[in-house]
C-alpha cells in the first residue's frame, strides 16, 4: 500500500499540472472573502460607513442592477478567454509540437487571470444573493464597492490576458522560454554536482526493477531520502528522468541489499504517469526545442527561419554542457549525495536532438550550414573526450548527408567554408574532408 507522504505528492504534481488548479483555488478565496464581508455588515461599523458612499451604493434596486451587469460582463470575459486558450493550444499543437501543450496549459499568468474571472463572479452572485428590495439596510454597500473595484480590475486584466495570449502564440516567445528553461535546469544541475566528481561504481550494487510501467517523472526525494539515510545507502537510478519502463525493467541500484518491505518502501517513492513531462530535465527541453524546428522544416509549414533559431539556441545549450558529466545528485545527507540520476549522454543527445534535423532538412543548405556552425559552437565549450569524440561523429554524419542530398556547387561551396572553419578546431580527431565540388557544372553556361 502507498504511504500517504507520497500519495500526498503524486497528488501535488497531478493537481499542480492542470488546468483547473488556479481556477478553483482563487475563487475559493473570494467566496471566503464575501463571508468575510457579508459579516462585517452586520457589525456596527457597516452603518457609518454605508453613511460615507454614495447614494447609489446604498440603493437596494441599483444594487442589483450594478451587480448584474458585472456578472453578464466578466462571465463574457471568461467565455472570450477560455476561447482563445483553446485557439492558442490547437494552433500550437498544428503549427509547432504537442509536446508543448503542457507547457501552455500550465502557463501559471493565464490560469491565475482565469481564477480571478471565476472568484469575481463568484464574489458578485454571493453579493447579489443577499440583496432585499425591502430591507434597504441588508444592501452590502462594502461588498457592492469590492465588486465594482474587482469590475474594473478584471478589464484590467482581460488586457494583459489579451497580450499574454497573442505572446504565447508566437514561435519566437515559446522558443525564448524552453530555452530558458533548460538554460535554467542545466544551471541548477551544475550547482547541485559542483565538488562531486563521479559516480560510484555500482557495478555489484543490489538492483531493484520497476514494479509498474510509465514515464518516470519524478521522485519523492524527501521520502526516499530518509529510507536511504536510515539504512546508510547510496543509490543510483538506471534510467533517466523521463524514460519509458516496463514491469521489471532495472530502476533502481542500492548499495546494500533490502527486504521486501523496504524495497516497496523505496519503489513507493517513484511517480510513472502515461504522459511524458519532465520538465526539470534539460534534455527535455532540448528535444522540444529540436521537435520544432522539424516540424518548421516540414512542407506543411515551412518556415526555415524558426528551425535556424532552434539550431542556434541548441547550439548555445550544447556549448554550456561542454564539460558537465552526465548524472545528476540527490538526497543530499551533510552535502553527501545518497541519490545519482544518470542523464543523457552526448551521443544519445545529438542523436536525439540534432539527427532529426539532420535527416528532415538535410536537403536544405542553410539548414545543413545552421547546424556545422551549430556543433562548431559546442566545440568551444570545453567538451570533455567523449563529447568531443560524438561531436566530431556527428560532423562527420552532416558532411556525408551533405554530400548526398545537395547537388549545387554554390552550396557544396558554403558547407565546405564551415567544415574548414570545423577542421580548425579538430583536437586528435580524424580530419572532416571536404564536398567534392564539380568545377565544369559550376561554370557550365546556361542554354
Known amino acids: ?62 444594487s442589483r442592477e450594478v451587480l448584474s451587469t458585472l456578472i453578464t460582463g466578466i ?152 529510507v536511504l539515510r536510515k539504512h546508510n545507502l547510496t543509490a543510483m537510478i538506471q534510467v533517466e528522468p523521463g524514460f519509458f519502463l516496463i514491469e521489471g525493467h532495472p530502476l533502481i541500484k542500492l548499495s546494500t541489499r533490502l527486504s521486501d518491505t523496504e524495497a516497496n518502501e523505496v519503489l513507493d517513492c517513484f511517480d510513472f504517469h502515461d504522459n511524458e513531462f519532465a520538465g526539470a530535465n534539460v534534455s527535455y527541453g532540448m528535444r522540444q526545442i529540436s521537435e520544432i524546428a522539424v516540424k518548421a522544416i516540414s512542407p506543411a509549414i515551412n518556415d526555415p527561419g524558426t528551425a535556424i533559431r532552434a539550431i542556434n539556441l541548441l547550439g548555445v545549450l550544447l556549448k554550456r554542457l561542454g564539460g558537465v558529466p552526465p548524472f545528476d545528485v540527490g538526497c543530499c545527507d551533510g552535502g553527501r549525495p545518497r541519490l545519482f540520476y544518470p542523464q543523457l549522454e552526448m551521443p544519445r543527445m545529438l542523436q536525439t536532438i540534432i539527427a532529426p534535423i539532420r535527416i528532415y532538412g538535410g536537403h536544405d543548405p542553410q539548414v545543413l550550414v545552421t547546424l556545422l556552425q551549430c556543433l562548431r559552437n559546442a566545440l568551444h565549450g570545453n567538451p570533455s573526450d567523449a563529447q568531443r569524440e560524438a561531436l ?33 578546431l579538430q583536437i586528435r580527431q580524424p580530419a572532416v574532408a571536404l564536398l567534392p565540388i564539380d568545377r565544369e557544372r559550376q561554370t557550365r553556361p546556361t542554354d
Open 75 to 226: 462571465i463574457s470575459l471568461t467565455v472570450f478567454s477560455f476561447s482563445m486558450v483553446m485557439v492558442v493550444l490547437n494552433g500550437a499543437a498544428a503549427r509547432l509540437s504537442p509536446r508543448v501543450l503542457p507547457g501552455l496549459v500550465s502557463d501559471l499568468r493565464n490560469q491565475v487571470i482565469l481564477g480571478i474571472y471565476l472568484g469575481s463572479i463568484v464574489y458578485c452572485l454571493m453579493m447579489i444573493g443577499t440583496l432585499n428590495g425591502k430591507a434597504p439596510a441588508s444592501v452590502p454597500a462594502l461588498g457592492l464597492l469590492l465588486a465594482l473595484v474587482f469590475g474594473m480590475f478584471c478589464m484590467a486584466l482581460f488586457v494583459v490576458f489579451i497580450r499574454s495570449v497573442s505572446q504565447s502564440i508566437q514561435v519566437e516567445w515559446i522558443l525564448s522560454q524552453l530555452y530558458n528553461d533548460a538554460s535554467a535546469n542545466l544551471k541548477k544541475r551544475k550547482n547541485r554536482i559542483a565538488g562531486v566528481a563521479d559516480i560510484p561504481d555500482a557495478t555489484d550494487w543490489w538492483c531493484l526493477p520497476a514494479a509498474r510501467p510509465g514515464y518516470l517523472r519524478e521522485v519523492n526525494e524527501c521520502r526516499l531520502g530518509k
Open 1 to 62: 500500500m502507498s504511504a500517504p507522504a507520497n500519495k500526498f505528492f503524486r497528488s501535488v504534481k497531478r493537481v499542480t499540472e492542470s488546468i483547473a488548479f488556479y481556477p478553483v483555488l482563487i475563487p475559493a478565496v473570494y467566496a471566503v472573502l464575501a463571508v468575510l464581508v457579508l459579516a462585517f455588515e452586520s457589525t456596527s461599523l457597516a452603518p457609518a460607513l454605508r453613511d460615507r458612499l454614495p447614494p447609489g451604493l446604498v440603493d437596494a434596486d441599483n
Open 392 to 424: 566530431h561523429d556527428e560532423i562527420r554524419a552532416l558532411r556525408d548527408d551533405a554530400d548526398a542530398k545537395v547537388g549545387n556547387p554554390l552550396d557544396r561551396q558554403a558547407v565546405n567554408e564551415v567544415i574548414e572553419r570545423v577542421v580548425e
